[in-house]
């Protein structure tokens, strides 16, 4: 019964779409419902990545979407779609493609892109990107410590970072570090086997076990000036780069809570306490609308951010606006969720979970919700409560 009954998607945002858009994320949904679904606790619970999935993944050929053609809205509803089944995998999947390979598009050389792009787009060599360190997360712009010296037609690069999705396994790294000579922020594309690497996985997460999060060292590590982004002068040049990349992280929000309801409404109609379905009781229905809402509301923002984009009118206030909204819509959401399944709420088995403890990586993630949160309060006052 509950495959006719409407998704927390309540006012069908998904109809904005074209119809061979509609025709693409239908069939994302039967790969993921093959492909992922069925295994993505498993992965979760033993804290692995199927690295066997990636010749499937690449088969979607969805790789930065609005460079091969599609809207905003397609490529956000494809991250909510892949979040919906599993968010650990749709963190692999932005963390390469919309932001190591989408650096390649934006900020590679000729040469750069002769030599990577096409690998990389269809997941036969991948990528990360390194820019939170040990002691600088939100202050990471102002703040960064890894340093990049020139030395003849090399740079010598020291540091570390922490938190690096695909770090433990990557190719290579889009690395960020600070020219010793200008002060400004430079970018490099960072072969990860170079001598001076060194590379540890961050164990006993709680949230996106199946990501595999590495602290870096770098220790006189030699990289070529051939491998450095030229059109990378200072952070600023990175702004359109993170300003997409945070509204993904939206999108997440809103695959987040979609899942949280499917899973909650299925439970709620299925498991009976009093003689009847838990579904029937009216502060549980209150919870499920309510749960509907907040997504709802998620979509509706989202659905606008990327109207903006479609118009190149998006800033920064309206990303961080779209990031620290949602992610707090969704807190809700999923807190409600693990609810409804009472005490089954907190076993993986049930899915639930998993759906809420990987939202408190959404949550802090590409800037936490108070950092965006700061970035829409100066927008709004003119004042900035950063420092
Ligand atoms: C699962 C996961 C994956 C990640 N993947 C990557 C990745 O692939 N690449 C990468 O570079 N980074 C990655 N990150 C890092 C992420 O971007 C940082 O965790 C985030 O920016 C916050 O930094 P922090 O953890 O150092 O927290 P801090 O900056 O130490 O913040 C701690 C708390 O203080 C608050 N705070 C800080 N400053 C202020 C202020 N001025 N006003 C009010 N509150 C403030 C924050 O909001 C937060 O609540 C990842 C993080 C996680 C958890």
Redesign the pocket.
């Known amino acids: 019964m509950e495959s006719q009954l409407p998704t927390a998607d309540f006012l069908g945002f998904e109809s904005l779409l074209t119809t061979h858009e509609r025709e693409k994320l239908q069939d994302v949904r039967d790969f993921l419902a093959k492909e992922v679904s069925p295994h993505a606790v498993d992965w979760w619970n033993r804290a692995e990545f199927p690295h066997e999935l990636l010749p499937k993944l690449a088969g979607l050929q969805l790789s930065t979407p609005v460079q091969q053609g599609y809207s905003h809205l397609f490529s956000g509803m494809v991250i909510a779609e892949l979040t919906r089944a599993d968010t650990s995998i749709a ?1 692999f999947f932005m ?1 390469h493609h919309d ?1 190591f390979v989408e650096a390649l598009h934006t900020f590679g050389s000729e040469d750069q892109k002769a030599r990577l792009l096409q690998d990389a787009m269809d997941l036969r060599i991948t990528g ?5 360190e040990p002691l ?5 712009a102002g703040g960064m410590a890894t340093t990049a010296t020139r030395d003849g037609d090399t740079w010598v690069v020291n540091g570390a ?7 433990t396994f990557c190719d290579y790294m889009l690395l960020w570090a600070r020219d010793t000579d200008t002060g400004g922020v430079r970018g490099f594309i960072l072969d990860a086997t170079l001598p001076g690497v060194s590379r540890t996985a961050i164990g006993n ?1 709680t ?2 076990r199946t ?1 595999q ?1 590495a602290d870096i060292v770098l220790q006189d590590v030699r990289v070529a000036e051939a491998d450095r982004f030229a059109g990378i002068e200072s952070f600023d040049d990175t702004r359109q780069l993170l300003l997409g990349s945070r509204i993904l992280v939206g999108w997440q929000a809103v695959g987040q809570q979609l899942a949280a309801f499917d899973v909650a409404r299925q439970y709620a109609v299925e498991r009976h306490q009093f003689g009847r379905p838990i579904a029937g009781f009216q502060l549980v229905q209150d919870q499920l609308v309510t749960m509907m809402g907040n997504t709802t509301a998620s979509l509706a923002v989202m659905a606008r951010v990327a109207q903006l984009q479609e118009q190149g009118v998006s800033d920064m206030p309206q990303a961080a606006f779209a990031k620290s909204y949602t992610t707090a819509r969704m807190r809700e959401t999923v807190a409600l969720g693990r609810g409804i399944l009472g005490g089954n709420g907190i076993v993986t088995d049930y899915g639930m979970a998993k759906i809420f403890a990987d939202a408190e ?1 959404v949550y ?8 965006n949160s ?1 970035i829409v309060g100066r927008a709004l006052t003119g004042i900035s ?3």
């Open positions: 963190t963390v932001l990360a990107f390194a820019l939170t600088h997360g939100s202050d990471v970072k922490r938190w690096i999705g695909n770090g997460k949230a996106l990501v999060n990586a802090t993630y590409e800037g936490s919700y108070e950092i700061l409560a950063f420092a």
